[in-house]
């Protein structure tokens, strides 16, 4: 599985980005799916989770009702759409997948065995 991110950019603060994440050799529909983020001098940190059912979406605090997670199965690609962003928002931003089909979709890292290569997001005062 291979997953290809894009989507990110230098943006104002208070702008929008969308990111995506392309998925080849294997299909997202039915499988949870996950987006983290990692700012320069800090550790990787959750961001949000798609559960492999669509119907349930987790975000990590700072969010605050600003991102939403979405995939659409037919182009084989999870999004995160990102409003009112604010410069601590900048960092690299990775998707990630499960192995298993219906598996849970959980704010772990170490729960996700497949990674993309990351998006860089910057956001400007």
């Known amino acids: 599985v291979q997953l290809q991110a894009c989507g990110g950019g230098l943006v104002q603060a208070g702008g929008s980005l969308r990111l995506s994440c392309a998925a080849s050799g294997r299909t997202v529909s039915r499988y949870p799916v996950g987006w983290f983020r990692q700012a320069p001098g800090k550790e990787r940190e959750f961001v949000a989770f798609l559960s492999w059912s669509d119907t349930y979406r987790y975000y990590g605090d700072f969010v605050k009702g600003r991102f939403t997670i979405s995939r659409d199965n037919a182009k084989n690609t999870v999004y995160l759409q990102m409003n009112s962003l604010k410069p601590e928002d900048t960092a690299v931003y990775f998707c990630?997948?499960?192995?298993?089909?219906?598996?849970?979709?959980?704010?772990?890292?170490?729960?996700?065995?497949?990674w993309g290569q990351g998006t860089q997001v910057t956001v400007s005062s």
């Open positions: 990630a997948t499960r192995e298993t089909r219906y598996a849970e979709a959980t704010m772990r890292q170490r729960d996700y065995d497949y």
